[in-house]
């Protein structure tokens, strides 16, 4: 039996609905979780029971209720217990062993926030607690270049003004093992080779320009080094991105978010997948957001949320999770 991947509604204002027939596209065996009511007209949906069975056609719909319909660009709070209540329902179905994966589509945290006191600033740590409080980090994944380019943010979902106080070196340990483990478990890459962002511009430039590399950062990473992890850095965020520089690491650990996902979407914004690290199951989502602006429009670019779809199936196929 082929168990599919679970794929997620997201925002029902949002461009998921429109993206969800494109990604027949992707060609591995998907069920689309959401209301069958958000779905653009036109649409060729079937509606399942349990995910034994797919149609030979058309989309795969594993029907979840919303309380309202959906208007693209207008997000509806009624619906935002909706989107909570899907991505639980996507984690049971994958933790019990129906489905091998989950790839998610996008959501709008303060919708989420606002519409039904979401207390999680995204998927990443919501799926974390589901999962039992797993120890988990959030990677963003090019596809399409060549070396590729692969981030992680140390921290995640904060104010700049916090990422001094929240990067420290429990955080940033964290990050590296997490990822250091999953390169070799989910990426096949048997002796991973991590470069480390500095916080400070130029990596604090021997302590003239920031002193938290020199206070403590060269210290963790010389400790894991001694361990045998391959570690280079901590290194100056704004030179270690391009082709050659990206060529001497698998996976960069950054600071904080935007000095690690600036790069990848710059570089592969139609490719990019995000992948939360560290889990029980196989999550991935695309790089970009809900897109309000464009949606309903019929012009979303639906690849990096094929390359997403892939990726959970890809990885899924690693841990023998696919049939
Ligand atoms: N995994 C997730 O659930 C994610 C959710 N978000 C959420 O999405 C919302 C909007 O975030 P933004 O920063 O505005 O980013 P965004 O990615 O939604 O949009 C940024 C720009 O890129 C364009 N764009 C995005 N996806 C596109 C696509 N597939 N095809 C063509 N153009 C596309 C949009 O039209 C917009 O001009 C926020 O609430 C944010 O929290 C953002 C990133 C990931
Ligand atoms: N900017 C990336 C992002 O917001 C993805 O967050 P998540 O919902 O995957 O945790």
């Known amino acids: 039996m082929t168990r599919p ?6 925002e029902p204002a949002g461009i998921g609905p429109e993206l969800a027939p494109r990604l027949l596209d992707a060609g591995v065996p998907f069920v689309w979780l959401g209301d069958p009511r958000h779905l653009q007209g036109g649409t060729d949906w079937t509606e399942i029971e349990t995910l034994d069975t797919l149609p030979d ?27 909570i209540d899907v991505i639980e329902r996507a984690v049971s179905l994958v933790m019990d062993g129906q489905a091998s994966g989950i790839c998610t589509m996008p ?39 060549d070396p590729p380019c692969r981030v992680v943010p140390a921290t995640i979902h904060i104010a700049i003004s916090d990422v001094p106080d929240a990067l420290t070196p429990d955080a940033l340990e964290s990050a590296i093992r997490v990822t250091h483990d999953a390169l070799i478990r989910d990426f096949g890459i048997s002796a991973p080779r991590l470069a480390v962002a500095g916080l400070n ?18 210290a963790l ?21 391009h082709a050659p520089a990206r060529a001497r690491y698998d996976a960069a650990i950054c600071a904080y978010h935007d000095q690690a996902l600036i790069p ?10 995000n992948v939360t690290l560290g889990l029980p199951f196989i999550r991935t989502s695309p790089d970009h957001g809900t897109a309000l602006d464009i949606a309903g429009k019929g012009i979303a670019d639906p690849d990096s949320a094929i ?17």
Do not use: Y
């Not at 991947?5 to 997201?10: A, E, Q, R, Y």
């Not at 390359?307 to 049939?323: H, N, P």
């Open 307 to 323: 390359a997403a779809l892939r990726m959970a199936w890809q990885l899924a196929q690693s841990r023998g999770r696919g049939a």
């Open 264 to 273: 990848v979407k710059t570089l592969d914004f139609a490719g990019g997948v």
């Open 107 to 145: 959501i709008n945290k303060k919708a989420l926030k606002d519409g039904a006191g979401f207390g999680f600033p995204g998927h990443t740590e919501f799926l974390a607690h589901l999962a039992g409080n797993a120890t988990v980090a959030m990677m963003l994944a090019s596809t399409t270049v």
């Open 5 to 10: 991947i679970i794929v997620t509604c997201g």
């Open 57 to 83: 056609q058309g989309l795969a719909v594993l029907r979840h209720d919303f309380a309202a319909p959906a208007m693209p660009g207008r997000i509806d709070p009624a619906n935002a217990a909706g989107v």
């Open 201 to 218: 511009p130029h990596a604090g430039e021997g302590g003239a320009m920031g002193v938290e590399e020199v206070d403590w950062i060269n």
């Open 221 to 241: 990473l010389d400790r894991l080094r001694d361990e045998g992890m391959r570690i280079s850095g901590p290194l100056p965020a704004d030179t270690m991105f």
